[in-house]
């Protein structure tokens, strides 16, 4: 099976950084895309920023010129580096992997996973 799973988040002062990362494991073949989604206290959950497998990212207008994200095919693993953090960016911070093909015995799945999220705390 798949499993994702993210690690980097804490808690750092407005202004500050930090820089989260995501590895997806298994008998994986390929990932389509891979993405940073957040939850606010009482928000819906949103897109943050993904790469597809070429590297093209997109990027919520509320990250855009502050947030990064990078991938590493080989690693299937996925990084988001967010500099200049407002408390507004405080949230539980998912990964998603879209797309992955993997390996069952000598089948080939396809299905799409999510970490198990990591709290990212920005104080004024």
């Known amino acids: 099976q798949v499993q994702v799973v993210e690690s980097g988040g804490g808690l750092v002062q407005a202004g500050g950084s930090l820089r989260l990362s995501c590895a997806a494991s298994?008998?994986?073949?390929?990932?389509?895309?891979m993405g940073w989604y957040r939850q606010g206290p009482g928000k819906q959950r949103e897109l943050v920023a993904s790469?597809?497998?070429?590297?093209?990212?997109n990027y919520a207008d509320s990250v855009k010129g502050r947030f990064t994200i990078s991938r590493d095919n080989a690693k299937n693993t996925v990084y988001l580096q967010m500099n200049s953090l407002k408390p507004e960016d405080t949230a539980v911070y998912y990964c998603?992997?879209?797309?992955?093909?993997?390996?069952?015995?000598?089948?080939?799945?396809?299905?799409?996973?999510w970490g198990q999220g990591t709290q990212v705390t920005v104080s004024s």
């Open positions: 298994g008998s994986i073949f390929s990932i389509n895309a």
């Open positions: 998603n992997a879209d797309g992955v093909t993997y390996y069952s015995g000598r089948n080939l799945y396809a299905g799409d996973y």
């Open positions: 790469i597809t497998r070429g590297a093209q990212t």
